[in-house]
């Protein structure tokens, strides 16, 4: 499996934005369909962005479509989650995932084989 770690988490007001990062060890980034999901106290792990290999297809939750960007740089090895116009029901605890037999991206969290330990998002009001 891949090793995922999450970064670029931490405290912004209502309205402002975040980048988080999506790294990669062990293996090629590139080879796997990511997605980033997201858990609060108040809900469960649910569905955020994804992007497949070679970013031929993306997809957004509705709730973030048109604020929410997903990109990866394979070069890099990393995947990233531009968050605009936060909302404080955007506070949760984000986690990206991997999978490299997606073809297309799931919004299921049982189809990714490997995840990250999270980063928190925290939005004020």
């Known amino acids: 499996q891949v090793q995922l770690v999450e970064s ?49 297809s993306r997809g957004y939750a509705d709730s973030v479509k048109g604020r929410f960007t997903i990109s990866r740089d394979d070069a890099e090895n990393a995947v990233w989650l531009l ?10 605890v984000y986690y990206c995932a991997a999978d490299p037999y997606l073809a297309y991206y799931s919004p299921n969290r049982r189809a990714y084989e490997s995840w990250g330990q999270g980063t928190q998002v925290t939005v004020s009001s």
């Open 8 to 56: 670029g988490g931490g405290l912004v007001q209502a309205g402002g934005s975040l980048r988080l990062s999506c790294t990669a060890s062990g293996r090629t980034l590139g080879d796997y369909t990511v997605c980033w999901f997201r858990q609060s106290p108040e809900i469960e792990r649910e569905f955020v962005a994804a992007i497949s290999r070679s970013s031929s």
């Open 83 to 92: 968050m605009d116009s936060l909302k404080p029901e955007d506070t949760a």
